[in-house]
T-cell receptor, first 113, second 112 residues
Framework: DTAVSQTPKYLVTQMGNDKSIKCEQN?????MYWYKQDSKKFLKIMFS???????INETVPNRFSPKSPDKAHLNLHINSLELGDSAVYFC????????????FGPGTRLLVL | DAKTTQPPSMDCAEGRAANLPCNHS???????VYWYRQIHSQGPQYIIH???NNETNEMASLIITEDRKSSTLILPHATLRDTAVYYC?????????????FGPGTSLSVIP
């Protein structure tokens, strides 16, 4: 019954590795997002994906790449992980983009050593 | 930086109303005020949103001032499960995505 799910819940890895976080939503929404919550608890949007249109926050390093195999999934791939990538990553979805209400997943806690 | 400012923390006695303020003095005419909350170790949860009229749903009430520069989220009868960080954000269908930022929010502690 989980509306927005993410895997894994926890991810501990070494610097320089490549990792992926998966997100799935069963709400029938057509827009999905990735957010990063840093140590100061600011939650900032990284990407928005709507009907295969990708809108990128330009402050996000290009080591981060979203991949959407279909409308219900938006995975986040991270290359060459750095210490500063340690954070909690949240996936979200909404019906349409822009001002619509977003539904968030439980988060993936990434720790880069 | 977030376009809203909120007090960092508040306490509320269980069973009493919790009134959480938010300032959004630079809000533009087509921007909605949204409230979300984040219970420890969970993803943010939508609570309520409004444009200029007061709104109420099963979770809370939202009071927006006439000039729209501030708003108050009201939890009418706070319970221990309402202990969470509450985020106030403003956005519109035309909000540039890199401007969508949840600030540090207000950490609400409901006390028995």
């Amino acid at each position: 019954d989980t509306a927005v799910s993410q895997t894994p819940k926890y991810l501990v890895t070494q610097m320089g590795n490549d990792k992926s976080i998966k997100c799935e939503q069963n709400l029938g929404h057509d827009t999905m997002y990735w957010y990063k919550q840093d140590s100061k608890k600011f939650l900032k949007i990284m990407f928005s994906y709507n009907n295969k249109e990708l809108i990128i926050n330009e402050t996000v390093p290009n080591r981060f790449s979203p991949k959407s195999p279909d409308k219900a999934h938006l995975n986040l791939h991270i290359n060459s992980l750095e210490l500063g990538d340690s954070a909690v990553y949240f996936c979200a979805s909404s019906h349409g983009g822009g001002g619509e209400t977003q539904y968030f997943g439980p988060g993936t806690r990434l720790l880069v050593l | 930086d977030a376009k809203t400012t909120q007090p960092p923390s508040m306490d509320c006695a269980e069973g009493r109303a919790a009134n959480l303020p938010c300032n959004h003095s630079t809000i533009s005419g087509n921007e909605y005020v949204y409230w979300y909350r984040q219970i420890h170790s969970q993803g943010p949860q939508y609570i309520i949103h409004g444009l200029k009229n007061n709104e109420t749903n099963e979770m809370a009430s939202l009071i927006i001032t006439e000039d729209r520069k501030s708003s108050t989220l009201i939890l009418p009868h706070a319970t221990l499960r309402d202990t969470a960080v509450y985020y106030c954000i403003v956005r519109s269908p035309k909000t540039s995505y890199d401007k969508v930022i949840f600030g540090p929010g207000t950490s609400l502690s409901v006390i028995p």
